[in-house]
Nanobody
Framework: QVQLVESGGGLVQPGGSLRLSCAASGSIANYVMGWYRQAPGKQRELVAGLTSGGIRQYANSAKGRFTISRDNAKNTVSLQMNSLKPEDTAVYYC????????????WGQGTQVTLSS
């Protein structure tokens, strides 16, 4: 089992930047790592994903502004968020998923990102 702990959320002004980090308790080398978010009254949605092979996927709302990266040696994944907008306000969750012969999925507890001027 993998435990995920997010950090880096907070209050930021529109146009600002934040870097979210997720630390895993075990190896993430074979996991697809992702960042999801959930705004009040909305469903949780994928923001960015990164496979073990380095393939990145972004939500349309995140393209050009957010960058996901991973460090398998440190078992961490990060989300650099630039040009933040009020609609980026949400709880951001780290996710680790395997979908091969072994299938499992883990979530962090979430970190709040709030945009306010």
């Amino acid at each position: 089992q993998v435990q995920l702990v997010e950090s880096g959320g907070g209050l930021v002004q529109p146009g600002g930047s934040l870097r979210l980090s997720c630390a895993a308790s075990g190896s993430i080398a074979n996991y697809v790592m992702g960042w999801y978010r959930q705004a009040p009254g909305k469903q949780r949605e994928l923001v960015a994903g990164l496979t073990s092979g380095g393939i990145r996927q972004y939500a349309n709302s995140a393209k050009g502004r957010f960058t996901i990266s991973r460090d398998n040696a440190k078992n961490t994944v990060s989300l650099q968020m630039n040009s933040l907008k009020p609609e980026d306000t949400a709880v951001y969750y780290c996710n680790a998923k395997r979908t091969g012969l072994v299938r499992d999925q883990y979530w962090g507890q979430g970190t709040q990102v709030t945009l306010s001027s």
